[in-house]
Every structure is written in C-alpha cells, then in structure tokens.
T-cell receptor
Framework: GENVEQHPSTLSVQEGDSAVIKCTYS??????FPWYKQELGKGPQLIID?????GEKKDQRIAVTLNKTAKHFSLHITETQPEDSAVYFC????????FGTGTRLTIIP | EAGVAQSPRYKIIEKRQSVAFWCNPI?????LYWYQQILGQGPKLLIQ????????DSQLPKDRFSAERLKGVDSTLKIQPAKLEDSAVYLC?????????????FGEGSRLTVL
C-alpha cells in the first residue's frame, strides 16, 4: 500500500515569513495529492490539492508543487499570519487516501 | 449549509466496555467515511460507504469494530469490546464524489478515551 512521509513534524516561523512542508510517497500510481489543515478540536479541512498532470498550483498565499519523478510534493505558505497556526496533513491517493503524520505549524507574532 | 455532525464529542469508557458514535453527513453526499486519528498521527481510514453499501472496510478491525449506514444517510460506528489502543479521535467525513479525488468534509470528531 501507499506510504506517505511528511517533514518536518514541527515548524515555527516568524509572522510574515514563508513556511514549507514536504511529503514523499511510495506508490507511483497515486495521482491526487491534497493538503488538509486541522485546527485544534476540529476536523481537517481541505486547503489545496494537486493532480498528477500538473506540476504546480497556487491559491493566494498557498501553493503546492509536485515532482512525480521523485515522488515528492510540497506545500508553500507565504506571508504567514497567526491564523495559519495549525496542523497540516499531506495525503496521496492510491485507491484510498493515505495521510502523512502531520506538521504542527506555529506562527510567531 | 450544515456541516458533518458527529456525536458524542467526548466519551470515556473502561476497557472491554462498548461505545457507539453517530454521524450525519452533509445533505446529498452519497459517500461517507470513518477515520481513526490517534494522537500525533494522520487520519487512518476505517470504512467507506457509498450510499448504504460498503466500498472499503479492509482496515476495519472487524473482531471489535462494526459500522452501518442505514437508508444511505446517517451512520454509526460501534466498538465492542474496547481496548486501550482504541483511544483516538473518530472522524466522520462525507463527499459528493465516490472516489478520493474530491474534497472530504470532516466533522469535528468524537474523542474516545479508554481507561
């Protein structure tokens, strides 16, 4: 089955700086890669996703890049704000979504 | 639009007892999922329903876990008997599309503590 590794497990950045979270996956058949944000006491919420026929996708301050050859994809958040503090999960689809272990992002005011 | 509703939010039981969780998905969403999220880990799929039929229950520990979705709407997840390692948040999610390439809408989860 699919195996998704996510790094780092924790990340602290100054408000206004950029944050990058990286994931690798094992199954070359995976073709859908979403990112979910989970705030304390809430369920995960989709923030951006990318499909295998696209190398990069951007939505305001959030972008995702995908390298299918190397089997890795990354989440980029620019101009970070305090409300970006949360746990972020990457996931890969090989008939079912396999989630990474999460990155706790803390934005320092 | 109302989101995915789950209850109870919190439950504390002793090992070997039973517990049930309820989920009401977003109206019109035919696909419903139950995930288990152990502290510090990502959600792990337990079971997927399409309407009231099971699509994938390969990771459901069937000796103690059961789930049903009667009439293709609400769903219940039951654990009997509970073990210490079942302590986790149980997340219900629903989606419009029948596969994983669409947005999953998660509820706030039911936190289970087994003593």
């Amino acid at each position: 089955g699919e195996n998704v590794e996510q790094h780092p497990s924790t990340l602290s950045v100054q408000e206004g700086d950029s944050a990058v979270i990286k994931c690798t996956y094992s199954d070359s058949a995976s073709n859908y890669f979403p990112w979910y944000k989970q705030e304390l006491g809430k369920g995960p919420q989709l923030i951006i996703d990318i499909r295998s026929n696209v190398g990069e996708k951007k939505d305001q301050r959030i972008a995702v890049t995908l390298n299918k050859t190397a089997k890795h994809f990354s989440l980029h958040i620019t101009e970070t704000q305090p409300e970006d503090s949360a746990v972020y999960f990457c996931a890969a689809d090989d008939e079912k979504l396999t989630f990474g272990t999460g990155t706790r992002l803390t934005i320092i005011p | 639009e109302a989101g995915v509703a789950q209850s109870p939010r919190y439950k504390i039981i002793e090992k070997r007892q039973s517990v049930a969780f309820w989920c009401n998905p977003i109206s019109g969403h035919a696909t419903l999922y139950w995930y288990q999220q152990i502290l510090g880990q990502g959600p792990k799929l337990l079971i997927q329903f399409q309407n009231n039929g099971v699509v994938d229950d390969s990771q459901l520990p069937k000796d103690r876990f059961s789930a049903e979705r009667l009439k293709g709407v609400d769903s219940t997840l039951k654990i009997q008997p509970a073990k210490l390692e079942d302590s986790a948040v149980y997340l219900c999610a629903s989606s419009l599309v029948p596969d994983y390439t669409g947005e999953l809408f998660f509820g706030e989860g039911s936190r289970l503590t087994v003593l």
